[in-house]
Each structure stands twice: as C-alpha cells, then as structure tokens.
C-alpha cells in the first residue's frame, strides 16, 4: 500500500513538472485563451510564469495563426497588442518591537525573604524576508483575418506561422 501511494504520489509530481507551457488557459489562468470580437476579428490572451516576454509572444501568435486557420482564413493581422509584466519580488519586511514585562526577584537573609518587583523591558529589531515569487507575463493580440491579398503590415501567413512555432514548442 505504502509502494502505490509512493508511485501516485510520484506521478503527479512528475505530471504537474511537465505540464506544457502551450494549452488552454487552466483555472489560474495560465496558457491560452481566445474570444471572438467578430467573425474576423479575434482577441487572443496568452499568460504564463516566468519572464519570457517573447517566448509569450510567441505562444500568442500561435495560437493567433490557428485560429486563423481554424476559420478558414489565410492570414492575420495583428491590430494591437499589449504586455502585461509582473515581476518577481522578494519583499523583505523589517520589523522593531519592544515588550515589557515584569520582573519579581527574591532576597532571603538568615530569617526572611523579601520580594522586588521591577519592570523590564525588551527590544527586538529584524528583517523577515518574504518568498520569492516568480513572475508572469501576459501577451494580449486583437487580430484580423482575412483570405487573398495579404496586407504588407503586421500581417503573418498563419500557415507559415503555425508550422514554424509549432515546430519550435514541440514537447
């Protein structure tokens, strides 16, 4: 029973370690995703960790081109594009603190034992330092597709495009 939780154990790890970079987005958002402004224009959101703006992109415009082809258009254009970067951070806190407390201490002599209390106090100061954070990147396309004449600006073959980038992302 031990070995079976063990090897389960294991097999999600590994499953979660490997988990391609290009998909649909998940539940936090990571990986791809698209939404039809109208029958030739698309908005494609392309998020993931780390601080690999044209890895991003990239990962974009691919999934750019098939939709392109998906609909059965030759070509798109990119009309805008934006990235979003959040950086790492390692925040460090720093913190002083004091206390105060009382103190009782006991004399005794030959016959008695007396009693002092006295305030004491206590100083603190430090630095916690936060967990560091990856970042994340998100490349937002609105795209245009069209058949035939292809225009000279911002414009891909998506065929082309989906080729290269998918050649170059294998897993």
């Not at 294991?10 to 970079?21: E, T, W, Y």
């Not at 059965?72 to 990119?78: D, G, P, S, T």
């Not at 002092?116 to 106090?121: F, L, M």
């Not at 994340?136 to 225009?151: A, D, F, K, N, T």
Request: hydrophobic share 35%; proline share 2%; charged share 20%.
């Amino acid at each position: 029973m031990k070995t079976l939780i063990m090897s389960l154990s294991l097999l999600v790890i590994v499953g979660c370690a490997s988990q391609a970079d290009y998909r649909p987005a998940s539940d936090r958002g990571f990986g791809y995703s698209d939404h039809k402004i109208s029958d030739e224009h698309y908005r494609v959101h392309y998020r993931q960790r780390g601080d690999n703006t044209a890895k991003a992109l990239d990962l974009a415009t691919l999934r750019a081109a098939e939709l392109t082809l998906l609909n059965q258009y030759e070509w798109f254009a990119v009309v805008s594009r934006d990235t979003i970067s959040e950086q790492p951070s390692n925040d460090a806190d720093s913190y002083l603190a004091m206390s105060q407390t009382r103190q009782t201490t006991t004399h005794c002599g030959l016959l008695t034992c007396t009693q002092q209390s006295h305030p004491t106090q206590q100083m603190s100061a430090g630095i916690e330092l936060g967990q560091a954070r990856r970042g994340e990147i998100e490349v937002i396309l609105e795209i245009r597709m069209g058949r035939g004449v292809q225009p000279a600006n911002n414009s891909y073959d998506a065929l082309e495009v989906e080729q290269h980038l998918s050649e170059k992302y294998q897993d």
